[in-house]
């Protein structure tokens, strides 16, 4: 008699993952994914996901050996990021996360369209926001979005207009994209605390007043996190983000012989 030895199915800890999650939702439907890669043996791919939503599933994931995932949102600096998941005997790759990159072409030389506009025609279309990437805003040349492959179709059928503008939409090469890569300013700082909004102030070279209206506003994030308490702490390691102004990193904190903080910042623009 032929001996056939028994695979043990592994079950993933779907109550462990939830109790301490902070993004449950986003969790659970990763987790639900997860659950079908491991039936299947197949390679299964998440919508896309927020910064906190991903680097917390990839913090909750990373503890188990029994599956692995790799993460794309089209290029490398992408925010918003897709996850393929797979049994860990199977290979993955980058590559094998699918996302589609689309043209949304117009004249927008009267009528300037902002990131917010592009997603709410796409989201006017009928889609959902986890189908929808980054959105690249051209100026006046329009913008270029990414999202999942399926759709394209039915956006280049759908998507006719941005606010007043007439647009033609098609599907390009990833290579296509209009990406422009980062520049960094190294900066360094003194201040009385650690405290959000003397720090982000410092590292976007503007008023304290100013920042703490922005920060008060919901315009300012740390480690992709809204955070609307100006008095907030910050820390070594931490990234301020504040859209279309860029990033700031907190670097290296050390004490002066006057009990002040010595503070390093990276800039990204």
């Known amino acids: 008699m032929e001996f056939c030895p028994r695979i043990t199915e592994f079950m993933l800890p779907r109550d462990e993952l939830l109790k301490t999650a902070e993004n449950r939702e986003a969790m659970a439907r990763v987790i639900d994914r997860a659950d079908q890669a491991i039936k299947t043996w197949e390679v299964v791919q998440t919508d896309f996901l927020s910064p906190p939503e991903y680097l917390e599933v990839q913090q909750a ?8 995932l790799v993460m794309s949102g089209g290029y490398p600096q992408a925010e918003r990021q897709r996850i393929a998941i ?3 005997e199977l290979p993955l790759d980058p590559d094998q996360v699918e996302v589609a990159a689309l043209e949304i072409a117009g004249n927008f030389l009267f009528d300037l369209a902002t990131h917010r506009d592009f997603l709410g025609a796409l989201l006017g279309t009928g889609i959902v926001r986890d189908k929808v990437g980054d959105i690249i805003v051209l100026g006046e040349r329009g913008a270029q979005a990414i999202v999942v492959p399926d759709l394209v179709d039915f956006l280049e059928m759908n998507l006719k207009q941005v606010r007043s503008v007439p647009v033609k939409t098609q599907r390009i090469e990833l290579s296509e994209l209009k990406i422009r890569e980062p520049k960094k300013k190294e900066l360094t700082t003194v201040e009385a605390s650690l405290r959000l909004d003397a720090i982000a102030s410092a590292g976007f070279g503007m008023s304290r007043n100013k920042m ?3 920060i008060s506003g919901g315009d300012v994030r740390v480690n ?3 955070i609307t308490n100006p008095s907030h702490q910050v820390k070594a390691g931490d990234l301020i983000a504040i859209r279309g102004k860029g990033r700031v990193e907190v670097g290296e904190v050390a004490i002066t012989k006057k009990d002040r903080y010595r503070v390093q910042l990276t800039r990204f623009v």
């Open 86 to 88: 797979a049994r860990a």
């Open 224 to 226: 992709w996190k809204d």
């Open 212 to 214: 703490t209206e922005m």
């Open 61 to 68: 994931f990373g503890r188990l050996t029994e599956i692995h």
